[in-house]
């Protein structure tokens, strides 16, 4: 079946600018996170969504960023005024039930001007 | 905290040769330990995870809670096992830990002909 989508695939922006990242789980997973891929930062937890929970919001770096699921499928991260250290692949991944594997989306490659 | 330490930015070996990839963790409760590999212009994906005890392309890691470690191997090293290695932690048994999981920075394996 698909697996995790994510996009756009590459954004470009510039600095000040909002930018909003999408993700599309795996049909039926119920639990949905965000991470960060940097240099020099390796992957870094930001959010993680669990059915209708309310969001482990604790990774978040500042409070530029956000992030939201709705109908417990589709999540949208915007960074709000981006800096150019927001500059990063952003990953999002799903999972099924507790002990289940995460599997991985390909990445948004955010790059601020 | 948790944390998790990939002591090597990068590892050169040879084709056949054995290769083995340095994890350490720090977690004072239950942990479950992943490794996740990364292919040029692929997803990140699960490569093993230590409760399942098994081989997954010639790669073996045991989990040493003495040592706190989950040193991933492989005897003899193949061309296509280039890529980017990640070890990960997950928390077992805290809800609030979300079942994020927490990465090290990543090794990279250049297998050379």
């Known amino acids: 079946g698909a697996g995790v989508s994510q996009s756009p695939s590459n954004k470009v922006t510039e600095k000040g600018k909002d930018v909003e990242l999408r993700c599309d789980p795996i049909?039926?997973?119920?639990?949905l996170y965000w991470y960060r891929q940097s240099l020099g930062q390796g992957l870094e937890f930001l959010i993680y969504f669990q059915g209708n929970s309310a969001p482990d919001k604790s990774g978040l770096p500042s409070d530029r960023f956000s992030a939201e699921r709705t109908g417990g499928s589709v999540s949208t991260l915007t960074i709000q005024r981006t800096q150019q250290e927001d500059s990063a692949v952003y990953l999002c991944?799903?999972?099924?039930?507790?002990?289940?594997?995460?599997?991985f989306g390909p990445g948004t490659r955010l790059l601020v001007l | 905290a948790q944390r998790v330490t990939q002591p090597e930015k990068l590892l050169s070996v040879f084709k056949g040769a054995p290769v083995e990839l340095k994890c350490n963790y720090s977690y004072s409760g239950s942990p479950e330990l992943f490794w996740y590999v990364q292919y040029s212009r692929q997803r990140l994906q699960l490569l093993l995870r230590h409760i399942s005890r098994e081989s997954i392309k010639g790669f073996t890691a045991d989990l040493n809670k003495g040592e706190t470690s989950f040193h991933l191997k492989k005897p003899f090293a193949q061309e296509e096992d280039s890529a980017m290695y990640y070890c990960?932690?997950?928390?077992?048994?805290?809800?609030?830990?979300?079942?994020?999981?927490?990465f090290g920075g990543g090794t990279r394996v250049l297998v050379k002909p």
């Open positions: 049909s039926g997973h119920t639990a």
């Open positions: 990960a932690l997950r928390c077992l048994g805290i809800k609030a830990a979300g079942n994020k999981l927490t």
């Open positions: 991944a799903s999972k099924r039930g507790y002990q289940e594997t995460q599997y």
